[in-house]
C-alpha cells in the first residue's frame, strides 16, 4: 500500500488522499477543475474569490469522509453495518463526493443558463465518470461499482436502510454545504459563510424514521419517512444547525446573489450563448452534449476568458466584462415580500420600467430571476430554483430530525424544536432588481420609487375593497 498523499488545505488543514484517490484527481478531467472557478465572476465584487471546483471536491471529500467518521460512533450505524462493509461505503461516498463537481462548466452556476435544454452538470458529471473513471475505479477499488456512485449521485438512494448516504452528498446538511460556506466565506473576505463545523459533525446521527417521529409532518410525509433511514442531529446540535442554515441564508443574499455578480452572469451568459454559436453553429449557442465530452471538456475559465480578451472589440458582453463595465442597480425589491398583492405591486412596477426605460439589456434590464428561490434550507435550494420535475418528490425529505439526548429513542422533527428555523422555511426570497446605466441612476431611482409606492398604495385599497 502506497503511503498517502497529504494536501494542504487553508480550510481544513491537512487532507489525506490514499492511492486510488490520488490517481483520480491525476486525471486530465479532474485537473480540468483547477481551471472552473467555484463563484463565476463574483471576483469582480470580491477579488479574493478566484478559488476553484478542485479544491472544493477535495473538501467535499474530505468532510464526507469526517460525516462517515462521526456517524460510525452511533450505536444504530454500528449494529446494522459490518466494520469492512461500514469502511466500503465509506470509500463510497469518499469518491462520489470527490466525483460529484466532474461536469460543471466554465464558471459554474454561472453558465447554467447555456446548457442544452433538460440538461443540468449533473448528467455531464456521470457521462464523464462512466467514460473517464471506470478504468481507475476498478483497479484501485475493486469491491465498488462505477454504477453505485451514478446511482449515489443521480438518485440520492441506496436503498431505504442507506438513504443517509445520498443525504452526505445532496441534503439539507451535507458535505457539499458544509465545505463551500466556509470556503466561500473565506476566499471572499466575509463572515456569513461562519459556523461551528466542529460541533456539527459532533451531534450528527442517523435516524430509522418511524411514524410517530414526526407528529408534526403531513399524513402522506410520515408515510414517506417511515423506514428509512435519515440523516439527522442530536439535540445538542440545534444551535449549530441553526447557525449553518442562516450561514447558507446570509450567503445568498450577500454573495451569491450580490447585485453586481447577477449582472454579470447575464453578461456571461449572454457572452458563452454568441460564442458557442460561432464555435459551432450546430450547438445552437449551448454547450455540447454529453456525447461529445472531448468538446465540452477542452471549455474551461481559461478558454472563455481568452476568448473573451478576443472578441472586446467585437462582442458588447465581452467588453462589458473585460472592461468591468456594468449597468447599476436603481431599485431592489425586499427579499421577502410575499402574497399576490407583493407580486403584483413588482409584476406592475417591471412592465412600467420596460415601457419607460426599453427592454434592450444594454441601458435597462430587470433580474426578476430570484423571485421563487426559497429561503427554506430543507427543500433542496439548487432544485426548487431550477423548477425541475423532482422538486415536488425532494419536498418530502421537508425536515430534519433532532434526536432526544435524554431519550435516544424518541426523534423530533427540527421546525418543532427551532423557531427561527420554523419561520425562516416559511419565506421565499423575492429579490427583483432593476438596473440602468450609471448616468440615469439617481433619477431612475427616484422614478420607481415613487411608482412603487403609488402602485402600493393603490393595490392596498383594492386588498381593502375585497375585504
Not at 471536491?57 to 454500528?78: N, Q, T
Amino acid at each position: 500500500m502506497a503511503e498517502p498523499v497529504r494536501i494542504r488545505d487553508p480550510i481544513h488543514g491537512m487532507i489525506e488522499l490514499n492511492e486510488g484517490e490520488a490517481a483520480i484527481i491525476k486525471e486530465e478531467a479532474f485537473q480540468r477543475l483547477r481551471n472552473i472557478r467555484q463563484l463565476a465572476l463574483t471576483l469582480k465584487v470580491y477579488p479574493g474569490a478566484t478559488h476553484t471546483r478542485f479544491e472544493h471536491s477535495l473538501g467535499v471529500m474530505h468532510l464526507a469522509g469526517r460525516v462517515m467518521d462521526s456517524l460510525y460512533k452511533r450505536r444504530l450505524v454500528k449494529n446494522q453495518f459490518t466494520e469492512s462493509e461500514y469502511a466500503r461505503l465509506r470509500q463510497l461516498v469518499r469518491l462520489a463526493s470527490l466525483l460529484h463537481d466532474l461536469g460543471h462548466a466554465p464558471f459554474s452556476h454561472g453558465s447554467e443558463e447555456v446548457f442544452p435544454p433538460g440538461l443540468k452538470h449533473e448528467q455531464y458529471t456521470i457521462a464523464i465518470i462512466r467514460r473517464d473513471f471506470t478504468p481507475i475505479i476498478a483497479k484501485y477499488f475493486p469491491d465498488i461499482k462505477v454504477e453505485e456512485i451514478v446511482t449515489l449521485l443521480s438518485k440520492g438512494y441506496l436503498g431505504t436502510d442507506r438513504v443517509f448516504l445520498g443525504k452526505i452528498i445532496d441534503g439539507e446538511m451535507d458535505a457539499d454545504k458544509l465545505d463551500y460556506l466556509l470556503r466561500d466565506s473565506y476566499y471572499c473576505g466575509v463572515r456569513y459563510g461562519k459556523y461551528d463545523l466542529e460541533r456539527i459533525l459532533d451531534t450528527v446521527t442517523v435516524v430509522t424514521a418511524g411514524e410517530s417521529h414526526f407528529e408534526s409532518q403531513s399524513e402522506d410525509t410520515r408515510e414517506y419517512f417511515t423506514g428509512f433511514c435519515l440523516l439527522g442531529i442530536d439535540s445538542d446540535g440545534i444551535q449549530a444547525l441553526e447557525e449553518l442554515i442562516f450561514a447558507r441564508y446570509w450567503m445568498f443574499i450577500q454573495v451569491y446573489f450580490h447585485k453586481t455578480r447577477r449582472i454579470y452572469d447575464y453578461y456571461l451568459t449572454a457572452f458563452l450563448k454568441d460564442f458557442l454559436q460561432q464555435q459551432c453553429p450546430k450547438w445552437n449557442g449551448c454547450f455540447p452534449l454529453p456525447d461529445n465530452l472531448d468538446d465540452y471538456l477542452s471549455l474551461d475559465d481559461c478558454t472563455v476568458l481568452e476568448a473573451i480578451k478576443k472578441f472586446r472589440n467585437s462582442n458588447e458582453w465581452a467588453r462589458r466584462i473585460f472592461e468591468r463595465d456594468h449597468l447599476s442597480e436603481a431599485f431592489v425589491s425586499l427579499p421577502h415580500q410575499i402574497g399576490l398583492a407583493s407580486y403584483m405591486v413588482v409584476a406592475e412596477l417591471k412592465e412600467k420600467f420596460q415601457e419607460k426605460y426599453g427592454c434592450k439589456p444594454q441601458t435597462a434590464y430587470v433580474d426578476d430571476k430570484a423571485r421563487k428561490l426559497p429561503t427554506n434550507p430543507f427543500f433542496g435550494l439548487k432544485k426548487q430554483e431550477e423548477e425541475d420535475g423532482e422538486a415536488e418528490e425532494y419536498k418530502k425529505f421537508a425536515s430534519i430530525a433532532v434526536q432526544d439526548k435524554h431519550n435516544p429513542e424518541q426523534y423530533y422533527s427540527i421546525f418543532g424544536q427551532s423557531l427561527p428555523l420554523q419561520l425562516l422555511s416559511q419565506k421565499n426570497i423575492n429579490i427583483v432588481r432593476f438596473y440602468v446605466t450609471r448616468d440615469q441612476k439617481v433619477e431612475t431611482a427616484k422614478w420607481c420609487n415613487s411608482q412603487f409606492a403609488q402602485i402600493q398604495a393603490r393595490i392596498k385599497k383594492i386588498e381593502e375593497g375585497w375585504t
